[in-house]
């Protein structure tokens, strides 16, 4: 696979979406750029049927979708070869508490070797009450407050952070869960790799 890769891992810039749906948002992202030097969109999907839709809409030259688990496709990168990681609504054994133990590796070690030194990792996440309640202030708070937390402690520094998904991102994802505002509540998280390494 990393033949096949090949010419995505020498562009200037590159960034990757883990866990792409049907799209979109990469095929989105690859027509709005019109920077100088080039850059490689690449996408990484499990679910088949969904890889065969983002393949369709994703027809640029500098964009590739590979159906693929993450650990398996990001460990072909070199490391510190990656401007930004985008994660909409990713599953939640990479992203809910419970799961910490799982998903602090996968952050902690591969994702951070792979950015570059100043590199972005940005998390489109929901915040949702235990028992499936509208989300209070409070709770929406506190559970911010912990992956920031959480995040910083992994090595990422918090850039910016906005109540909603960031404007003109549209995803299968954000389509499915976006709808219930009062019982899932979105935050977006911009991070950066730590300068310290």
């Known amino acids: 696979m990393k033949q096949y890769l090949r010419k995505f ?23 709005e750029y ?12 499990k679910d ?28 072909l990168f070199y490391d510190e070869s990656i401007d930004l990681i ?15 133990d799982k998903w602090s590796e996968f952050y902690g070690q591969l994702v951070y070797s792979k950015l570059k030194r100043y590199g972005n990792l940005k998390i489109v996440t929901e915040i949702i009450d235990d028992l499936l309640e509208p ?5 929406y708070s506190e559970q911010v407050n912990w992956l920031i937390k959480a995040f ?4 990422f520094k918090l850039i910016n952070k906005k109540e909603g998904p960031p404007i003109g ?12 505002s009062d019982r899932i ?4 998280l911009d991070l950066s790799k730590s300068s310290l390494t």
């Open 9 to 31: 891992l020498q562009a200037e810039k590159i960034v990757v979406e883990l866990g792409i749906g049907d799209g979109r948002l990469l095929a989105d992202l690859a027509k």
């Open 34 to 45: 019109k920077g100088e030097g080039t850059i490689a969109y690449v996408g990484i999907e």
């Open 48 to 75: 088949k049927s969904l890889v065969n839709r983002a393949r369709l809409r994703l027809n640029s030259q500098n964009a590739i979708v590979i159906n693929s688990m993450f650990e398996k496709t990001l460990i």
């Open 86 to 100: 985008i994660m909409v609504l990713p599953d939640p054994n990479y992203i809910d508490p419970i799961h910490y």
């Open 135 to 139: 989300v209070s202030d409070e709770i």
């Open 152 to 155: 910083s402690d992994l090595g």
């Open 169 to 180: 991102y549209s995803s299968i994802y954000l389509d499915k869960f976006g709808a219930d």
């Open 185 to 188: 509540r979105i935050v977006t």
